[in-house]
């Protein structure tokens, strides 16, 4: 069974950088869709960002375009969440998200086989 562990989260003032992994046990990681994915207190989950199956191409949401970058190392099956720029309202629980398939946009967790226990990531002003 694919159990993703996610880890990194923490504390960090507005304007600085965070950097998220999630770890696949059954180094699954080459042949499934990955995404990135934030749930803020009282709120629904939010997409991120995510590879294409190939890993290849990577899509993101408007909100983190151009200060989050999603990258990986297949050796050590390992996903990346790079945070810059932070700010308070990306404070939320992060979780990675793996999928075999995905039939819509995948941008929702739902589409998604399998996720982390999530990390918390808190920006303070």
């Known amino acids: 069974q694919v159990q993703l562990a996610g880890s990194g989260g923490g504390l960090v003032q507005a304007g600085g950088s965070l950097r998220l992994s999630c770890t696949d046990s059954?180094?699954?990681?080459?042949?499934?869709?990955v995404g990135w994915f934030r749930q803020a207190p009282g709120k629904e989950t939010d997409f991120v960002g995510r590879?294409?199956?190939?890993?290849?191409?990577?899509y993101y949401a408007d909100s983190v375009k151009g200060r989050f970058t999603i990258s990986r190392d297949n050796a050590k099956n390992t996903v990346y969440l790079q945070m810059n720029s932070l700010k308070p309202e990306d404070t939320a629980v992060y979780y990675c998200?793996?999928?075999?398939?995905?039939?819509?946009?995948?941008?929702?967790?739902?589409?998604?086989?399998?996720w982390g226990q999530g990390t918390q990531v808190t920006v303070s002003k």
């Open positions: 059954e180094r699954t990681f080459g042949g499934r869709y």
């Open positions: 998200a793996a999928a075999r398939f995905i039939a819509g946009s995948g941008r929702t967790l739902n589409e998604y086989d399998h």
């Open positions: 590879f294409s199956r190939s890993g290849g191409t990577t």
